[in-house]
């Protein structure tokens, strides 16, 4: 990629963003003194910052630019679709043509008979939704009291009240008084971890009985639903024992509570097929997507309801909306996304070739002294990071302070590879070639290695 210079300097861009600009997840007087890594164009795996260095971005972005970056149909789209309707809403008894369109297209997509789509500006905003449509839902079949969403800690919903609330990240909750008020937690089904002597299919069990110990004990005349996603990402790749899910499934089917799966990593050909549910042989009732729907081209969300869900909550007036559900320009990008998504076979081509191609790099790294354990579904995988592989120790020192010396490898080495706690995980573009494959393996590898070599110098490593 040529350079292209019609920026100021970096260090004055990044003077600039330290004075003006918040930073999500930041700490933000330390990331002032050090300067943010000016991000300038992008295509394909490929992001190239202010200095004109390529970097291969092993996260999608934020798990969500499936189909990779410069796609200039999308552009294309977007333009046509601003010149033509820019905004329209549809809460008044309107509707437009791209979101007529898109409701068809993911009701044709999703799984079962969901066929039904609420849209938001993001997965914060769908699950917003979602914790207020179950409620009303329960309210309307004259269960006013059945309004306990059980969740999971370590799960990833969102950043708004509800959001945070239903998902199980303590680094949250303890920040703005949540979780609020009738959201339940148990325990994820993270065997590296949590498992101890057990092994992971009789742990998967355990975990997934919690389910049921938590109706029990809350009375299911209580409980609305039960949220998860199908593998946790912002958790750290977190797949379950094979024995979870079909316990969590069997528990769902035997009482009256509804099944909310989050997909908004998951969705979209993550996972080598279009949801996750499908991988995992998952039923829900509802389905939150957000991220792969349009590859993070436009912000757009929704959830998708089953007809009984639908059905339900049709016969009221559902008092809900967003300025931007259903934006036409976002819906009118979706659309070509998901078109190049099915006529290019990019899920096939994950579920059946470069998908177990990068599988099989993966857990080549197994053989590194610094990794405990391998996990991958589709193109989300995860490491773990031990000082000692047969114990699964943790390291120590606090919590995620290795994975972060790792990822400080990973950028120095001009690959986008995150942490979370001891974990690192990818989760690159889905068009991701056998040779960038390679050359993510290689990076990684070099990565770890580096993080040894200083891990050793300061005694953490013996
Ligand atoms: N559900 C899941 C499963 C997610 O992963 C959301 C909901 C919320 O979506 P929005 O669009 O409101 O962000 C997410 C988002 C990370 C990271 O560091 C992960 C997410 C967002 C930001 C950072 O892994 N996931």
């Not at 993270?190 to 009985?209: C, H, L, S, V």
């Not at 998860?228 to 024995?243: L, N």
């Not at 290019?344 to 405990?372: F, M, Q």
């Not at 590879?417 to 001891?422: K, S, T």
Request: charged content about 20%.
């Amino acid at each position: 990629m040529e350079m292209i210079t019609n920026h100021m300097p970096t260090a004055e861009l990044q003077a600039l963003d330290a004075a003006h600009h918040v930073h999500p997840f930041s700490h933000q007087d330390e990331l002032a003194a050090k300067g943010a890594r000016v991000i300038t164009r992008a295509k394909g795996v490929t992001l190239v910052d202010s200095e004109g260095i390529e970097i291969l971005d092993a996260m999608a972005g934020l798990w969500c630019v499936n189909i990779g970056y410069g796609r200039e149909e999308l552009a294309e789209v977007a333009a046509r679709q601003m010149k033509e309707l820019p905004y329209y809403n549809t809460f008044f008894q309107t509707t437009h043509v791209p979101v007529i369109a898109l409701s068809a297209k993911l009701a044709e997509l999703a799984p079962g008979d969901l066929n039904h789509v609420f849209f938001g500006g993001s997965g914060s905003e769908a699950n917003d939704t979602n914790l207020r449509l179950v409620r009303t839902y329960w309210a309307q079949k004259g269960k006013p009291e059945k309004k306990v969403v059980i969740s999971r800690h370590n799960a990833y919903h969102g950043s708004t009240m509800a959001g945070a609330s239903l998902g199980g990240m303590s680094g949250m909750h303890a920040q703005g008084g949540l979780p609020i008020p009738d959201i339940h937690h148990i325990n994820q089904p993270n065997w590296y971890t949590e498992g101890g002597d057990m092994d992971p299919a009789e742990f998967g069990i355990k975990r997934a009985q919690e389910l049921e110990k938590a109706i029990l004990e809350m009375g299911e005349d209580r409980v609305a639903a039960f949220i998860a996603e199908p593998v946790q990402g912002a958790g750290g790749v977190i797949v379950a024992p094979d024995t979870y899910w079909p316990e969590i499934q069997r528990i769902c089917d035997k009482y009256e509570i509804l099944l909310i799966v989050d997909e908004v990593i998951c969705g979209f050909g993550r996972t080598g097929n279009w949801f996750g549910s499908q991988t995992l042989n998952i039923r829900p009732d509802i389905i939150t997507i957000a991220k792969g729907l349009s590859s993070g081209y436009a912000p757009i969300a929704a959830s998708i309801l089953s007809d009984e869900v639908a059905e339900v909550i049709n016969a009221t007036e559902f008092n809900h909306g967003y300025t931007y559900s259903g934006h036409p320009v976002a819906a009118a990008v979706a659309l070509e996304n998901l078109r190049i998504l099915e006529e290019e076979n990019i899920i096939e081509t994950v579920r059946e070739d470069t998908g177990p191609y990068l599988k099989e790099k993966w857990e080549s790294l197994a053989d590194h002294p610094l990794v405990g354990e391998v996990k991958i579904v589709g193109m989300m995988g995860s490491l773990a990071l031990t000082p000692d592989k047969a114990t699964r120790a943790p390291f120590k020192t606090d919590p995620g302070t290795v994975g972060f010396k790792c990822r400080e490898h990973c950028f120095a080495n001009n690959l986008i590879m995150r942490h979370v706690g001891d974990r690192m995980v990818i989760s690159p573009p889905l068009v991701i070639t056998k040779a960038e494959i390679d050359t993510l393996i290689e990076r990684a590898r070099k990565a770890l290695d580096l993080t040894l070599v200083q891990l050793k110098k300061e005694g953490l490593f013996k």
